[in-house]
């Protein structure tokens, strides 16, 4: 069956780093484009980032922009996602969503991204 | 971007009956890009609908999708207890991924 394991959360100190990972498992993950969506304390939904099945194609939403970078290993059937220069409003639950027709037909368990001195 | 508005923000309604859901899009969104989910306290999302009216697999009949254009519906046709959650719309265009800011569905 599918399966996403999101981890690499944790606190971090503003302007810090942190790179998340999301292992997949039960599909061709090579097939597929992928997506971090996240979460933040008591509040809606909002999308970060995706990538295309290759990796080729990348894109973000403006205010991550120049700070966060996705990434995937095929080989490794992993999805990644580097941030850097952190900032409080990056706390979040993380959670990586494999995309079908622009949707999100599965998604980790997520992971809590805390951003506080 | 497409900024999506769900309404209500709150709808309360007792099982068995029945609920409306709306989405109303910026602009016009294509059809085949409208998702909605349902989410649980603690819980990642669930997908429910894609493409604005096919069922995701394992989802019940009783929810169902409608609309195009600007605006979109989810219906949940008798309510049962476990479907008291906050639901979103969500939509993909111009390589851009956007997100309603969710409708709570509480039990009355």
């Known amino acids: 069956q599918v399966q996403l394991v999101d981890s690499g959360g944790g606190l971090v100190k503003p302007g810090g780093s942190l790179t998340l990972s999301c292992a997949a498992s039960g599909f061709t993950f090579s097939d597929y484009y992928m997506s971090w969506i996240r979460q933040a304390p008591g509040k809606g939904l909002e999308w970060v980032s995706y990538?295309?099945?290759?990796?080729?194609?990348?894109y973000y939403l403006d205010s991550v922009k120049g700070r966060f970078t996705i990434s995937r290993d095929n080989a490794k059937n992993s999805l990644y996602l580097q941030m850097n220069s952190l900032r409080a409003e990056d706390t979040a639950v993380y959670y990586c969503?494999?995309?079908?027709?622009?949707?999100?037909?599965?998604w980790g368990q997520g992971t809590l991204v805390t951003v506080s001195s | 971007e497409i900024v999506l508005t769900q309404s209500p923000a709150t709808l309360s309604l007792s099982p068995g009956e029945r609920a409306t859901l709306s989405c109303g899009a910026s602009q016009s969104v294509s059809s085949s890009y409208l998702a909605w989910y349902q989410q649980k306290p603690g819980l990642a999302p669930r997908l429910l609908i894609y493409?604005?009216?096919n069922r995701a697999t394992g989802i019940p009949d009783r929810f169902s999708g409608s609309g195009s254009g600007t605006d979109f519906t989810l219906i949940i046709s008798r309510l049962e207890p476990e479907d008291f959650a906050v639901y979103y719309c969500?939509?993909?265009?111009?390589?851009?991924?956007?997100f309603g800011q969710g409708t709570r569905l509480e039990i009355k």
């Open positions: 969500q939509q993909y265009g111009n390589s851009l991924i956007t």
């Open positions: 493409d604005a009216s």
């Open positions: 969503a494999r995309l079908l027709l622009g949707s999100g037909d599965y």
């Open positions: 990538i295309s099945s290759s990796g080729s194609n990348k």
